[in-house]
């Protein structure tokens, strides 16, 4: 069966320092794969999507940008956080011809103070 | 118009209530629809698939009126277990991407 990783689960990282998250899917090839972002009282927002290795789309503008170096692994960066960066971010994956369901991991919530 | 609307709630229902949830959506072209489950502090699930015909799992029932643009989600003897945010999500027009309701709250009390 495909399981979904995501690491840390929790962050707390001070304003101005560097971000990297980490995603991880096992038990499939060739995933679609996601980044998404929840701020408190705010729908989940979708920030990446990526269809293979080094295809990154990005849905939002901002200080964020990801990358796939494998197929199976999804990571989420950033140079210098925001306060407005704070949120939960979730990692997700679908198979590639049935982009539509897709499948979480257990996310990680970010802080930055 | 929001892409996807959802009534907040929260909803709080005693336990074997009946309780339905609606959602609309703006854009006509979208494909496909699901209801995701989230508990508190945790991961949306996939609840289910909604259909054009309707389908039903279990105790919940999922409804799609394309004419409309609206989806529901009845939840029949509700359970203390039940108790979660719900969330419409509609696939975009490309493909590519899940768009979310910001969810309803439901409650169940004993």
């Known amino acids: 069966s495909q399981t979904i990783h995501q690491w840390p689960a929790t962050l707390v990282q001070p304003v101005g320092s560097p971000l990297s998250l980490e995603c991880t899917v096992e038990?499939?090839?060739?995933?679609?794969l996601y980044w998404y972002r929840q701020a408190a009282g705010r729908g989940l927002q979708l920030l990446f999507y990526?269809?293979?290795?080094?295809?990154i789309s990005s849905e939002v503008p901002q200080n964020l940008s990801a990358s796939r170096p494998q197929d199976r692994q999804f990571i989420l960066s950033s140079k210098k956080l925001l306060l407005s960066d704070s949120g939960f971010y979730l990692c997700?994956?679908?198979?590639?011809?049935?982009?539509?369901?897709?499948?979480f991991g257990p996310g990680t919530r970010l802080t930055v103070l | 118009r929001k892409e996807v609307e959802q009534d907040p709630g929260p909803f709080n229902v005693p336990e074997g209530a009946t309780v339905a949830f609606n959602c609309t959506y703006s854009?006509?072209?979208?494909?496909?629809f699901f209801w995701y489950r989230q508990d508190c502090r945790k991961e949306p699930k996939l609840l289910m698939s909604?259909?054009?015909s309707g389908n039903e799992d279990g105790r919940f029932t999922a409804q799609l009126n394309r004419a409309s643009q609206y989806i529901s989600l009845l939840i029949r003897d509700s359970k203390l277990s039940d108790s979660a945010t719900y969330l419409c999500?509609?696939?975009?027009?490309?493909?590519?991407?899940?768009?979310f309701g910001k969810g309803t709250t439901l409650s169940v009390s004993s």
């Open positions: 038990g499939t090839s060739n995933p679609n």
């Open positions: 854009n006509s072209a979208s494909q496909s």
């Open positions: 990526s269809v293979g290795i080094g295809q």
């Open positions: 999500v509609v696939l975009n027009q490309a493909g590519t991407a899940l768009i």
């Open positions: 909604v259909y054009s």
């Open positions: 997700a994956w679908s198979v590639r011809r049935e982009s539509d369901t897709q499948y």
